[in-house]
C-alpha cells in the first residue's frame, strides 16, 4: 500500500483518527473519511489517471467536483457502476475502482440496489448551500418559510469549503457555515438536503434533484434506498450554484499535473493535501491569488505568478509584495514539459492583440494551477428558458433578467465578492419568503474574500509554430479530446452557429457536458471567426443549451420502485386468487391481469384453449368478465344522449331489455362497443371494452360537459362494484337456473338480450343478463364485489357435474372470431367504420349522431375500403401470424419490382376446435366482393394461399344462440 | 335472508397478515378497513335537491376541493363540482334509498359503489413520508389537515387521499388496483420497520 505521501501534518475537513483502504487499478492506497476519491488518489502522490478517449494521451486529475473532464472510473460492486468522477466519489473502506479512458460500460448485472423517490412542496428552494445559499436560505427562513436547501457536496459551506483566509462577521468562514447551518437545522420548517444534485428545472418551478444517500455509508443499511429523486414543487427558486473556474487554452494544456487553481486550493485546504511542492500559477484574474497564499503558508514553492493582464491589479501587486513572490505581467504559460507529469513550463509575454512577444523562458515545477476565469452555473435558469448575456467585467455569461418565481445570487450571478454576495443573497431569501407570505428583514452577514477582479479573458494562447488550424496539443475538451484544430476545421467549413460546432466537433457531449470547455469553445470560436467579415462577438456567439441532466442520473434511479412486482399498477377481480389458485396463466389487458388460458396437468396451450372452446360449444364454460368497463347512466334525457353518442338508438330500448351498441369518433371511425341495459325510464348501464373504460367515461363526460350542458344525463364508473361472471355453452341454462332458482330461464321468459333482477340461492342479489359473446347461449351473472367471490365458486360449484370450464381470454377469442365479432382496438384501429365491419345494421339512418356526417364523406363511401373479412389458409394448416399482410396472386415480389401492393392484413388468427382448422380474421381492400378469393400471405419465405370469406365461420344461421 | 356477511370477501383479505406484520404502532402501520359503505352521489349545487340530500346526510354538501363534511356515520368528499363520494359505516343500501328519494325526479344521481372501492388507512409518525414516496400532492401539515380529502394517485394509481386524523391518512383506491396500492405501500414503509 502507497503511503499518503502527500497529506499535510494537519488541517482538511477529514477525519484523521479512521484510515480507509482502497483500490485503483488494483493499486492500493490509502485515505481518510471526508476525502472523495480523487482527494485521496492526490494524498497518495497519485495524479495520473486514465488516458484521453481517443488519442490515448496520458490525462490527470484538473478539477475538485461535478465539471471534472478525466477522472472518470468505474466504481466496482454487485452491479458495477460506470463514469463516476473520482472528484465527486466519497471515500469508504474497501472501495474499488478502474480508471477509464473517457467510456465506462453498463454492467448487465440487475443493479440489486433499492431506489425511490419522495414528492414534497416547499415555499423556498435554495440550490446550492455556498455563502450565497446558506445566506439566502436562512434569510428566508427567517419568517417561517418553508425552505429546502440542498447541495451536491457532503456537507454545506459550498466554495467555502475550501476557504483559508476568508472571514464573515469577524471570523473564519468555516465558523460561519457551522454557526447557520446549525441555526438552519433548528427551523422546523427548513429542509436540509447535502448529497443532493438538482438537475433538471421544468414549468412552474418544478426541479427534479437525486439525492445520493449511502454511497458514503461503509456499510450500507439495507433499508436504505441507495439514490432517491427528489420531485419539488417550489413557490421560489433561489439559485445558488456557483461558477466554475476555467481551463486555459495551451500547448500541452493536458499535462498532468495542469489543474484548475481552485481545484489545487481545495485539495490544499479542505483535504489537506499538497498536490505539488512547486506549483507555477497562471491566471487571468484575482481570484487566483487566494490559492498564492495558501500555498506559501502550507510552505509549497511558488517559483512565479502568471498573470495575463497587462497591469497588476492591486490584489496581484499586494500579492506580489507582501509574499515575495514574482508576479509577472502579460504572462502565459506556452508550453508545458514532462514525462508524462508537467516538470516544466514555458512562458511567453501575451500582447494585447493576443500575439506572443518577446522571448521565452522556461520554470521548473511539478504542478501548473490555472484560472482562465469562471463560468456561473447557469444551467438550471437556462433550462427553464432564462435568457444569458455576456458581462465582459467577468468574461462570463450571466443571467438576464430572472425566470418567474426565481432569483440567481452569488457567483451563478456574476457576483464574486464575498461581502456583496452575502448582501444580495440575503435580500433574494427575504424576498423569495416575503413573495410566499412570510416577510423578514434581518442585516446580512458581513463578509471579507471572493477576490476575482478584473478579467482579462485569453481564449487562446497562439503555439510556437504553425497554424492554428494545426494546434492540435491545445485542447479545449479533454474529455472528449478535441483541440483548436477541431474548432478550425469546423469553423472552416463555414459552421458560426455553437450548437453547429458543438455537434461537429462533439465538444462538451461528454459526461461532464463541457462544463470546464463550453465558454472556453465559445471563446476559440470566436477567435476563429475574428477577421472574418462581420466577425460576431462572444456574447453574440453564446453556448450551446444547457439541457437537463445538469449531471447524470442512473436510470435506475429515474426508475425507482417501479421495477419488477411493482413495475407497473396491476388491475385484478375479485377472483383473481381463484385463478391463481386454479393455475391460470394471466395475460395483460390495459392493466388488468386476465386469466388467458387454464392449463391443466401436462397441457400446453394450445390443448388447454381447445378443451376450453369444446366446453364453451358442447357443454358449459365460465368467464370471470369482471373487467368490462361499467358506467352508470342516470338523467331524464339518458336516452337523448346515447342516441347522440351511439351509431344505434337507445333512446325507445325497453325497460329489462340491453342492446349492443357502438360509437364513433366524429369521423366515423369506431372506437369502443358494448352491451347497454335499460334498468328505468331515466337509467341505463353501459359496458365498454377492458381497455376502454376510462377513455369512453372521459368520452362521455366531455360531449356531456362542452356540448350538450342542456341535457339532463350524469355518469358514474362502477366498473368495480360488479363482478360479472359469464356461464356459456348449450348447458348453461342449467347452471343458471340452479343458481338463480328463483329465475325463469325458459327461452320464452328469458330471451336473448333480456336482463332480471334476482336473488341467487346463496342470498346474493343479482343481476342476470342473456347476451353471448361467443354465439352460444350464454349468461351473465352480475353481482356486488364484495361477493364476487362467492358468485364464481357458486357457479363453479353448480356446474361441477356438467364439466364446467372456467376459460381464458385466448377462448374467448376463438370463441368471438368463428362468430365474426370484431375487438375494438384489435380488428379495428381508428381508421375502420362500422360499415366496414360488415355492421352496417347497427348504424341509424334516420337519428343524428357523432360520426354520423362522416358517413357523406367521399372517402368513407369508396368501395374499396378494407373491410373485416374471414381468412382460412388453404392448406388447413398454417396459423396466419397476426399482421401478415395479404397480397394479389401474381403481384411482382422481386426486389427490383418495387414495393409490393398490399390488399390488407391479418387483424386475429387462431386455431379453431369448432372448425378444426387455423383460421382468421383480416382487413381486406373490397374484402365483401373478393369472398372466394384466394389471397397470397407471405410468412417467412414461403407464400401462403389464404381464401377470403364471409366473417362469420361458426353457426352462421345463429341457431345455437337460443340453446 | 341469508346472512350475507359471511359470503363477503374484501380486496386485501389475502394481504392482511402481511400488512399487520409490517406495521410499527412507533412509525408507520396498514391495514384495510373493510366494508365500509360507498355512495357516489351527483346532484346539481345549490339546488332544492342538494338542500334534501344534505337534510339526508345531516350536513351541507362541501363545496370545494379537498373539503368533507359530516361525520362517520354518513361523511361527504368532494370529488368536483357536482360530484361527491359518501361514505358510511352504515347500511350503504338504505343511504343510497334515502338520497335517491331525496333527489326524487331532479337530475342527479345516487348509487351504492361500496365494492366499487375499498379503504387503506396508513397511520403512524412515517405516514406522510411513505405517502411522500408516491403522491404529488402537498401533504405538509400547513396544507394538508385532518378532514382534507382530495383525488390524486399514489404511485401512478389514481386514489383518493383522505387525512382522518394528525398521523393517520386514508386511501381509497378501486379495488381492482387495491392489491398494488397495498403491496407498493408494503416496499415503502420498508425504510421504517426494518
Known amino acids: 500500500m502507497t503511503a499518503q505521501t502527500r497529506r499535510l501534518p494537519d488541517g482538511g475537513r477529514i477525519d484523521r483518527g479512521r484510515e480507509l483502504t482502497f483500490t485503483v487499478d488494483n493499486v492500493e492506497y490509502a485515505g481518510h473519511p471526508g476525502d472523495t476519491v480523487a482527494s485521496a488518489l492526490l494524498a497518495n502522490g497519485r495524479m495520473e489517471v486514465g ?194 473556474e476555467r481551463p486555459l487554452v495551451f500547448a500541452g494544456n493536458d499535462r498532468p499535473g495542469v489543474m484548475l487553481a481552485d481545484a489545487v486550493r481545495t485539495y490544499l485546504n479542505r483535504y489537506a493535501v499538497s498536490v505539488g511542492d512547486r506549483v507555477v500559477v497562471a491566471t487571468t484574474n484575482d481570484s487566483a491569488y487566494h490559492l498564492v497564499g495558501d500555498l506559501l503558508a502550507a510552505g509549497v514553492d511558488v517559483p512565479v505568478v502568471l498573470d495575463a493582464r497587462p497591469v497588476l491589479s492591486e490584489r496581484a501587486a499586494e500579492t506580489a509584495v507582501s509574499h515575495g513572490v514574482p508576479v509577472r505581467p502579460r504572462a502565459v504559460v506556452v508550453a508545458t514539459h514532462g514525462d508524462p507529469r508537467v516538470s516544466a513550463v514555458e512562458i511567453s509575454e501575451i500582447d494585447d492583440g493576443g500575439q506572443l512577444v518577446g522571448g521565452r523562458d522556461t520554470v521548473d515545477c511539478d504542478t501548473l494551477a490555472v484560472s482562465g476565469g469562471w463560468s456561473p452555473v447557469v444551467h438550471l435558469h437556462s433550462q427553464r428558458q432564462g435568457k444569458l448575456t455576456w458581462n465582459a467585467g467577468i468574461a462570463g455569461f450571466v443571467p438576464d433578467g430572472v425566470v418567474r418565481n426565481q432569483l440567481v445570487v452569488g457567483s451563478a450571478a456574476g457576483e464574486f465578492d464575498l461581502d456583496a454576495t452575502l448582501a444580495a443573497a440575503t435580500d433574494a431569501g427575504f424576498e423569495a419568503a416575503g413573495r410566499q407570505g412570510y416577510p423578514a428583514d434581518v442585516a446580512a452577514s458581513r463578509g471579507v474574500g471572493g477576490w476575482c477582479g478584473p478579467v482579462r479573458p485569453v481564449w487562446l494562447v497562439p503555439g510556437l509554430d504553425g497554424e492554428p488550424g494545426e494546434w492540435r496539443e491545445h485542447f479545449v475538451d479533454q474529455q472528449r479530446d478535441q483541440t483548436v484544430a477541431d474548432v478550425w476545421r469546423a469553423t472552416g467549413t463555414g459552421m458560426r452557429n455553437v450548437e453547429h460546432v458543438k455537434r461537429y466537433t462533439s465538444i462538451g457531449t461528454g459526461q461532464d457536458q463541457g462544463r470546464t470547455s463550453g465558454v472556453v469553445a465559445t471563446g476559440v470560436i470566436a477567435a476563429a471567426l475574428a477577421g472574418s467579415g462581420a466577425a460576431p462577438d462572444i456574447g453574440e456567439i453564446g453556448v450551446a443549451s444547457y439541457r437537463a441532466p445538469y449531471t ?230 352480475n353481482a356486488s364485489g364484495w361477493y364476487g367471490r362467492a358468485l364464481w365458486e357458486d357457479v363453479y360449484a353448480a356446474g361441477h357435474d356438467l364439466g364446467i370450464t372456467p376459460y381464458g381470454t385466448e377462448t374467448m377469442h376463438v370463441l368471438r372470431a368463428e362468430k365474426g365479432y370484431p375487438i375494438a382496438g384489435q380488428d379495428t384501429d381508428g381508421t375502420v367504420t362500422p360499415q366496414d365491419l360488415g355492421m352496417g345494421w347497427v348504424v341509424s339512418k334516420t337519428k343524428d349522431f357523432v360520426g354520423k356526417r362522416s358517413y357523406s364523406r367521399a372517402d368513407t363511401a369508396r368501395g374499396d375500403r378494407k373491410h373485416l373479412v374471414g381468412v382460412l389458409p388453404v392448406d388447413g394448416s398454417t396459423r396466419l401470424p397476426e399482421g401478415t399482410q395479404l397480397v394479389a396472386p401474381g403481384s411482382p415480389s422481386a426486389p427490383t419490382d418495387g414495393p409490393v401492393p398490399m390488399l390488407g392484413h391479418v387483424t386475429s388468427s387462431y386455431q379453431s376446435e369448432a372448425l378444426g382448422r387455423p383460421f382468421g380474421l383480416a382487413l381486406v381492400k373490397s374484402g365483401r366482393e373478393r369472398f372466394g378469393e384466394v389471397l397470397l400471405a407471405p410468412i417467412g419465405d414461403r407464400l401462403v394461399e389464404v381464401e377470403v370469406t364471409s366473417p362469420v365461420l361458426y353457426d352462421p344461421e345463429g341457431t345455437k344462440r337460443d340453446g | 335472508m341469508a346472512d350475507l356477511t359471511t359470503l363477503r370477501r374484501s380486496p386485501l383479505t389475502h394481504l392482511a397478515d402481511r400488512m399487520a406484520a409490517a406495521s410499527v404502532s412507533v412509525t408507520v402501520s396498514l391495514s384495510e378497513v373493510p366494508f365500509l359503505g360507498m355512495v357516489s352521489l351527483r346532484v346539481e349545487p345549490s339546488t332544492p335537491a342538494a338542500t334534501r340530500v344534505a337534510d339526508v346526510l345531516g350536513a351541507p354538501l362541501p363545496t370545494g376541493c ?69 403522491c404529488p400532492v402537498d401533504l405538509h401539515r400547513r396544507s394538508f389537515v385532518p378532514g382534507r380529502a382530495v383525488a390524486t394517485t399514489l404511485a401512478r394509481v389514481p386514489v383518493l387521499l383522505w387525512q382522518t386524523g394528525h398521523d393517520a391518512y386514508r386511501l381509497l383506491p378501486r379495488s381492482s388496483f387495491a392489491d398494488y396500492v397495498a403491496r407498493w405501500l408494503l416496499d415503502a414503509m420498508r425504510e421504517f420497520n426494518g
Not at chain 1, 137 to 146: C, V
Not at chain 1, 197 to 225: I, K, Q
Open chain 1, 51 to 244: 488516458s484521453s478517449i481517443y488519442l490515448g494521451r496520458p490525462r490527470g486529475i484538473v478539477a475538485a467536483g461535478a465539471e471534472e473532464p478525466n477522472a472518470l472510473l468505474q466504481v466496482g460492486g454487485e452491479c458495477s457502476e460506470p463514469m463516476v468522477p473520482a472528484t465527486v466519489r466519497a471515500l469508504v473502506d474497501g472501495l474499488g475502482a478502474r480508471t477509464l479512458s473517457g467510456l465506462g460500460h453498463l454492467d448487465p448485472a440487475s443493479d440489486p440496489e433499492q431506489y425511490d423517490k419522495r414528492f414534497v412542496h416547499t415555499d423556498v428552494l435554495v440550490i446550492g448551500a455556498g455563502p450565497a445559499g446558506l445566506a439566502a436560505a436562512t434569510a428566508a427562513a427567517t419568517g417561517g418559510a418553508r425552505v429546502i436547501l440542498l447541495d451536491e457536496q457532503a456537507e454545506l459551506g459550498g466554495s467555502l469549503l475550501a476557504s483559508g483566509e476568508e472571514r464573515v462577521d469577524g471570523r473564519p468562514a468555516l465558523e460561519w457555515v457551522a454557526d447557520v447551518t446549525a441555526r438552519l437545522e433548528a427551523f422546523h420548517a427548513v429542509t436540509l438536503l447535502a448529497r443532493t444534485t438538482a438537475f433538471g428545472s421544468y414549468d412552474d418551478n418544478y426541479v427534479l434533484a437525486v439525492e445520493r444517500r449511502t454511497d458514503h455509508l461503509d456499510e450500507p443499511l439495507t433499508h436504505l434506498s441507495r439514490q432517491r429523486l427528489w420531485h419539488i414543487r417550489a413557490g421560489q427558486v433561489v439559485i445558488a450554484t456557483g461558477a466554475h
Open chain 1, 552 to 781: 447524470p442520473v442512473p436510470f435506475a434511479t429515474i426508475a425507482g420502485r417501479e421495477r419488477g412486482d411493482l413495475f407497473d399498477p396491476t388491475r385484478t377481480t375479485p377472483v383473481h386468487g381463484w385463478h391463481v389458485d386454479h393455475g391460470a396463466e394471466f395475460e395483460v389487458v390495459g392493466q388488468w391481469l386476465r386469466p388467458w388460458y387454464y392449463p391443466q396437468q401436462g397441457e400446453s396451450m394450445d390443448d388447454a384453449v381447445r378443451r376450453e372452446c369444446r366446453a364453451a360449444r358442447t357443454g358449459v364454460a365460465m368467464m370471470d368478465v369482471t373487467t368490462l368497463g361499467k358506467i352508470e347512466v342516470r338523467g331524464r334525457d339518458a336516452g337523448e344522449f346515447l342516441n347522440r353518442i351511439y351509431t344505434n338508438a337507445f333512446k325507445k330500448l325497453a325497460v329489462g331489455s340491453a342492446r349492443y351498441g357502438v360509437m364513433c369518433r366524429p369521423d366515423g371511425m369506431m372506437f369502443d362497443d358494448g352491451v347497454n341495459l335499460r334498468l328505468s325510464e331515466d337509467r341505463y348501464f353501459l359496458t365498454t371494452s377492458t381497455g376502454g373504460a376510462a377513455g369512453v367515461l372521459d368520452w362521455l363526460e366531455e360531449w356531456s360537459q362542452t356540448e350538450w350542458p342542456d341535457l339532463d344525463v350524469v355518469f358514474t364508473s362502477v366498473t368495480e362494484q360488479w363482478t360479472t361472471v359469464a356461464v356459456v355453452g348449450p348447458r348453461s341454462r342449467e347452471v343458471v337456473s340452479r343458481v338463480a332458482p328463483d329465475l325463469d330461464v325458459s327461452g320464452e321468459a328469458f330471451p336473448f338480450m333480456a336482463f332480471r333482477e334476482t336473488t341467487l340461492a346463496s342470498g346474493l342479489p343479482a343481476r342476470v343478463c342473456r347476451i353471448s359473446f361467443s354465439g352460444e347461449l350464454a349468461f351473465e351473472i
Open chain 2, 66 to 134: 379537498g373539503e368533507t363534511t359530516g361525520d362517520d356515520d354518513r361523511r361527504a368528499l368532494w370529488l368536483g363540482p357536482d360530484e361527491w363520494l359518501v361514505v358510511t359505516t352504515g347500511d350503504p343500501v338504505v343511504l343510497t334509498r334515502e338520497l335517491d328519494a331525496a333527489l326524487g325526479e331532479d337530475p342527479g344521481l345516487a348509487l351504492d359503489v361500496s365494492a366499487n372501492r375499498t379503504v387503506v388507512e396508513l397511520a403512524g409518525p412515517r405516514a406522510r413520508t411513505v405517502l411522500e414516496k408516491g
